[in-house]
């Protein structure tokens, strides 16, 4: 009898957890929500969605086309927050460094994370 039931919640189960699973995704796809629940996803996810400014030097080489945007602005795609180093306390404009491997060289992106606007300051390699 318990047997039975059993097997009958599990079928029930399996079934809820496959339909659960296609409808989320389809819905996360077309609507294109995406799940942040590490820290490194939600500063990103939080940069991505605010507007970019740059610093006086990064302005200069961005004209002098020493920088691309396209290659500024993948490091908050896939960069990794270096928690460690950055300055999360600060009370009015939080500063992260964002590190991305391009080329085989550690590239370190410093960016002001205001609660209005993102100011990327530096990019070291």
């Not at 039975?4 to 929500?33: A, N, P, W």
Request: hydrophobic share 40%; net charge positive; aromatic share 12%.
């Amino acid at each position: 009898m318990f047997i039975k039931r059993l097997g009958y919640f599990m079928v029930g189960l399996s079934i809820g957890l496959v339909f659960l699973t296609f409808f989320l995704k389809k819905k996360s796809d077309e609507t294109g929500v995406s799940f942040c629940y590490l820290p490194n996803c939600r500063v990103l996810k939080d940069l991505r969605s605010k507007p970019i400014y740059y610093a006086d030097a990064i302005s200069k080489r961005l004209e002098s086309k020493e920088l691309d945007t396209v290659l500024l602005h993948s490091f908050f795609v896939d960069g990794d927050v270096n928690f460690g180093a950055s300055d999360t306390e600060a009370k009015t404009c939080k500063t992260y460094l964002i590190e991305k491997e391009i080329e085989g060289v550690l590239t370190i992106l410093t960016v002001r994370n205001c609660t209005k606007k993102a100011v990327i300051t530096a990019l070291k390699p």
